[in-house]
């Protein structure tokens, strides 16, 4: 069983990208650890939000993207995530067991704000004239 959860908050300071060596084949993947702080809400007397805590999420991102992600990301900068929940277990230096949550991230987006002013994107990639007419042969031969 998962747990599929959503996360908005903003980016906290360690981008770790890292290569990982896959012991199935020779091809080493690319993972991108990084945390968000998720602020939580309540409303005070005058019904303003305030903050009365922050959870700070471990993340990590496989992907073959996640070495453009690495360049596009920034301290601070607001996201949402969704992604498998996972837990971890270490022993610290006090020998005491520490569970850990952390996020499979799957999409991450960037929140549009004013503090960030332009990301910078790839134009479409444009489909060649064999893709579309084995598109269109593949519609006709689907009985309906």
């Known amino acids: 069983?998962?747990?599929?959860?959503s996360v908005r908050g903003n980016l906290g300071a360690?981008?770790?990208l890292r290569p990982v060596a896959s012991p199935k084949n020779d091809e080493a993947s690319i993972v991108l650890n990084f945390s968000i702080a998720s602020p939580n809400f309540k409303r005070n007397a005058e019904g303003k939000s305030e903050v009365v805590s922050t959870e700070?999420?471990?993340c990590e991102y496989w992907n073959r993207d996640a070495a453009h992600l690495h360049k596009i990301l920034q301290v601070g900068m607001p996201v949402f995530v969704t992604g498998e929940e996972r837990y971890e277990t270490y022993t610290n230096r006090d020998g005491i067991e520490v569970r850990v949550r952390k996020l499979r991230v799957q999409d991450v987006f960037i929140v549009p704000t004013e503090r960030v002013e332009a990301i910078k994107l790839r134009p479409k990639r444009e489909q060649s004239q064999d893709s579309n007419q084995a598109e269109?042969?593949?519609?006709?031969?689907?009985p309906m």
Do not use: G, R, T
């Open 14 to 16: 360690e981008f770790n």
């Open 1 to 5: 069983m998962s747990v599929q959860l």
């Open 136 to 142: 269109a042969q593949a519609d006709d031969d689907i």
């Open 56 to 58: 700070w999420i471990s």
